[in-house]
T-cell receptor, first 111, second 114 residues
Framework: LAKTTQPISMDSYEGQEVNITCSHNNIATNDYITWYQQFPSQGPRFIIQGYKTKVTNEVASLFIPADRKSSTLSLPRVSLSDTAVYYCLVVLFTGGFKTIFGAGTRLFVKA | ETGVTQTPRHLVMGMTNKKSLKCEQHLGHNAMYWYKQSAKKPLELMFVYSLEERVENNSVPSRFSPECPNSSHLFLHLHTLQPEDSALYLC?????????????FGPGTRLTVT
């Protein structure tokens, strides 16, 4: 599985857009990019998944360039409740169960 | 509420005790997972069950013994643990192997080994 690299931490202010970039240079053809959010003392929560270009849902947008060696999670107009750890994962879509969580990015949203 | 419940939420046990963690999913999923999350370390995948068969065992010590009696329930039996086994143990489920990228996690059991 491709290893992912993301910033250890980020700070933001309420109302700002936050972009968290993840590098996955060794991503394979059948790999999908997945992002999770984890609040303290809770399990991670699936946010969004994509293969290429752009994916948007009610929570976030995911931008994936053509070479797929990186991806960017975009959180529009963050609030204090978006303070959490965000994990980027590369997962084999066609089967298999190996999901490897990295250290994640700790986002701290200030008032 | 994710549809995945775990009990107990907190557990303190001595190194000679035997205890079990329970996970139940109400989502009709076919795959279930155990993860360990230690302080300041990434989540570590421990075991995976698909249709009640173990399909992954990530070199976990034998003092951790999983059991999956049916597709809705998953147990983690603990015996003669070490203090370094203190961690948050998370259970998750997914529809099946083709949807393993989208896992639903329970709230976890905070385990302290004394």
């Amino acid at each position: 599985l491709a290893k992912t690299t993301q910033p250890i931490s980020m700070d933001s202010y309420e109302g700002q857009e936050v972009n968290i970039t993840c590098s996955h240079n060794n991503i394979a053809t059948n790999d999908y990019i997945t992002w999770y959010q984890q609040f303290p003392s809770q399990g991670p929560r699936f946010i969004i998944q994509g293969y290429k270009t752009k994916v948007t849902n009610e929570v976030a947008s995911l931008f994936i360039p053509a070479d797929r060696k990186s991806s960017t999670l975009s959180l529009p107009r963050v609030s204090l409740s978006d303070t959490a750890v965000y994990y980027c994962l590369v997962v084999l879509f066609t089967g298999g169960f190996k999901t490897i969580f990295g250290a994640g990015t700790r986002l701290f949203v200030k008032a | 509420e994710t549809g995945v419940t775990q009990t107990p939420r907190h557990l303190v046990m001595g190194m000679t005790n035997k205890k079990s963690l329970k996970c139940e999913q109400h989502l009709g999923h076919n795959a279930m997972y155990w993860y360990k999350q230690s302080a300041k370390k990434p989540l570590e995948l421990m075991f995976v069950y698909s249709l009640e068969e173990r399909v992954e065992n990530n070199s976990v010590p034998s003092r951790f013994s999983p059991e999956c009696p049916n597709s809705s329930h998953l147990f983690l039996h603990l015996h003669t643990l070490q203090p370094e086994d203190s961690a948050l143990y998370l259970c998750a489920s997914s529809q099946d192997s083709a949807n393993s990228y989208e896992q639903y996690f329970g709230p976890g059991t905070r385990l302290t080994v004394t």
